[in-house]
C-alpha cells in the first residue's frame, strides 16, 4: 500500500474512549494477514444488517484509529481503512471499503467512502483504480 510520507496526527483521546478504537485496530491488524479475497469476504460478511454510516461519524472513528494507533497513523492504510469500518460497524453502520491501485506512479492503497467519496484521505485519490469493496449491502442483502 502507498505510504504517506509523514504520519497524520489526531488529537488524543481520553482513556474511556481508545478502548474501542483500539479493540478495532487490534481485530484490523489481524485480519490484514489473511488473502484479500477472503478479507474481503470477512468484510461482506460483517457489513450484513448494518445502516449507512454518516460521514461525520466515519470522519471520527478514523480519528479515533489514527489516534490510538501509529501503525494506522502512518504507514497502514490497510489496518486503517478496516479499522476504521470495524468501529463504524460496532455502531451499527458500515462505510464502503475500498482497495485499488494507480499506475503512473504505481501505487497501492486502501481507503473508506462514504456515498463515493474518500474520507479523509490526504492526496487525491482519482486516479486510483478500485479492486475490491465491500459496500454497504442494500436491503435485499446483496452488496
Given amino acids: 500500500m502507498t505510504t504517506p510520507a509523514v504520519a497524520e496526527e489526531a488529537p488524543r483521546l481520553p482513556l474511556r474512549r481508545q478502548i474501542a478504537p483500539r479493540c478495532?485496530?487490534?481485530?484490523a491488524r489481524l485480519l490484514i494477514r489473511l488473502?484479500?479475497?477472503r478479507?474481503?469476504?470477512v468484510l461482506r460478511v460483517l457489513s450484513k444488517g448494518s445502516r449507512p454510516a454518516p460521514h461525520t461519524q466515519v470522519a471520527r472513528a478514523?480519528?479515533?484509529?489514527?489516534s490510538v494507533s501509529t501503525r494506522c497513523a502512518g504507514l497502514g492504510c490497510l489496518q486503517r481503512s478496516v479499522a476504521t469500518v470495524l468501529l463504524c460497524r460496532a455502531k451499527g453502520t458500515w462505510a464502503d471499503w475500498c482497495t485499488g491501485f494507480r499506475t503512473q506512479p504505481f501505487g497501492a492503497h486502501?481507503?473508506?467512502?462514504?456515498?463515493?467519496?474518500p474520507v479523509d484521505e490526504p492526496g487525491e485519490l482519482s486516479m486510483f483504480r478500485t479492486v475490491l469493496a465491500v459496500r454497504r449491502p442494500d436491503r435485499k442483502g446483496r452488496s
Fill in 62 to 66: 478514523r480519528r479515533s484509529v489514527v
Fill in 110 to 117: 486502501a481507503w473508506v467512502e462514504v456515498d463515493g467519496r
Fill in 39 to 41: 478479507l474481503q469476504r
Fill in 24 to 27: 478495532a485496530a487490534g481485530a
Fill in 35 to 37: 488473502p484479500p479475497a
